[in-house]
């Protein structure tokens, strides 16, 4: 069993940065492809973005593109996504999952079904 732990969220006003950090702590991190999704109120879960296991391939969502970007620090056992120019409708539960796949070269899996192991969720709202 991997244990996600989150941290980072909070209150930021609108055009703000935020970074959410994903630990797993006591794992080779390495060995698993790294997401975050996100959960707005009465919506389902969104893919927002995703990393390899190496960190060298990424992939996002469309609507955070140039706006958010996820990388790694496998030294650590540590994901992270950082948030600029943050909008409104950033806001939502964000959630850090992982799945095992040390041979990934790059990011197949953008549906939440895909992904065998979550984080508890950090808010993150975004004032106007």
């Known amino acids: 069993q991997v244990q996600l732990v989150e941290s980072g969220g909070g209150l930021v006003q609108a055009g703000g940065s935020l970074k959410l950090s994903c630990a797993a702590p006591g794992r080779t991190f390495s060995r698993y492809v790294g997401a975050w999704f996100r959960q707005a109120p009465e919506k389902e879960h969104e893919f927002v973005a995703a990393?390899?296991?190496?960190?060298?391939?990424?992939r996002y969502a469309d609507s955070v593109k140039d706006r958010l970007t996820i990388s790694r620090d496998n030294a650590k056992g540590t994901v992270y996504l950082q948030m600029n120019s943050v909008k409104p409708e950033d806001t939502a539960v964000y959630y850090c999952a992982a799945k095992y796949g040390p041979y990934y070269s790059d990011i197949f899996f953008v549906a939440p079904a895909e992904y065998d192991y979550w984080g508890q969720g950090t808010q993150v709202t975004v004032s106007s």
């Open positions: 990393i390899t296991g190496s960190g060298g391939a990424t």
